[in-house]
């Protein structure tokens, strides 16, 4: 039984983190709805992440992002997931200190790149699979010092998401008691 706290769990890490697929099952197991963010951008923009940033820009992009993470952390509780880089952008971090537990889903480099290779639909991670590694390590060295204000830090390895949902859990458990 979930007690309620009236707070979004946001779900924050870099791309192939595992935040849209521990999310969904997240939400489900704590019987709360659950939002992808860079789902809501699409649905804002009306066009692919890939198609935003194309047209827009990175700068335009992110102004876009804030938008919508803005909206969606004044929102009603939830399990959401954030876009990639979202969470760089302070006033992202700041509304999510007041409005949501934030959980950092951390993974090295060999978790993101075995779950990043290949996929064609992120945006940030374009072209060939030959410096993938090393944009990864790039990002990793960038983003991590902001993922690291979050409320807490779950490992994501090489599992079945199931299990790396429970640790969620029990993460949450042990500093917020969300579950009965």
Known sequence: MIKKNNKIILLVGLMGSGKTSVGRRLAK??????VDGDQEIE????????DVLKCFGEE?????????MKRLLQGEPCVLASGGGSFVAEQTRKLAKEHAITVWLKADVNVLYNRTAGRKHRPFLEGDDSH???KLEEY??????FYSEADIVVETKEEAVENTVLRVIEALNKVYSVVD
Do not use: C, H, Q
């Not at 990793?140 to 010092?145: A, G, Q, S």
């Open 132 to 134: 993938l590694r090393n």
């Open 29 to 34: 197991k704590l019987n709360l709805p659950f």
């Open 60 to 68: 335009e992009y992110r102004a876009g992002e804030a938008r919508v």
């Open 43 to 50: 649905k804002a923009a009306g066009l692919s992440l890939i």
């Open 140 to 145: 990793i060295k960038e983003e991590y010092p």
